[in-house]
Nanobody
Framework: QVQLVESGGGLVQPGGSLRLSCAAS????????MGWYRQAPGKQRELVAL???????NYAASVKGRFTISRVNANNTLYLQMNSLKPEGTAVYYC????????????????WGRGTQGTVSS
């Protein structure tokens, strides 16, 4: 079993930054792929970024160049640094993890956090 707990959400003005954290515990290892998804009001959940067990990262085109995903394998903590935030970035941000990279990529991960709210508004 794996448990994921997100934190770091909040209210920020357009152009501002937020740093999200996802603390993983239980039977998880650095070999797991992990990712960030978000769901805006009235929208479907979408992939924001993911990172493989080997450390390679992928980003949605809408956030590439502004967001950075990283992980600290020693304590199984995942981060998402979000810069130059836009109002359309307002969403609940979810952390997910799975042994298989493709499951994270395809929104089919075995493990999910409960989410943290990020709001971008002036």
């Amino acid at each position: 079993q794996v448990q994921l707990v997100e934190s770091g959400g909040g209210l920020v003005q357009p152009g501002g930054s937020l740093r999200l954290s996802c603390a993983a515990s239980g039977r998880i290892s650095s070999a797991y792929a992990m990712g960030w998804y978000r769901q805006a009001p009235g929208k479907q959940r979408e992939l924001v970024a993911l990172i493989s067990g080997g450390g390679s990262s992928n980003y949605a085109a809408s956030v590439k160049g502004r967001f950075t995903i990283s992980r600290v394998n020693a304590n199984n903590t995942l981060y998402l640094q979000m810069n130059s935030l836009k109002p359309e970035g307002t969403a609940v941000y979810y952390c997910d993890a799975d042994r298989e990279f493709w499951r994270v990529l395809r929104d089919n991960s075995a493990y999910w956090g409960r989410g943290t709210q990020g709001t971008v508004s002036s």
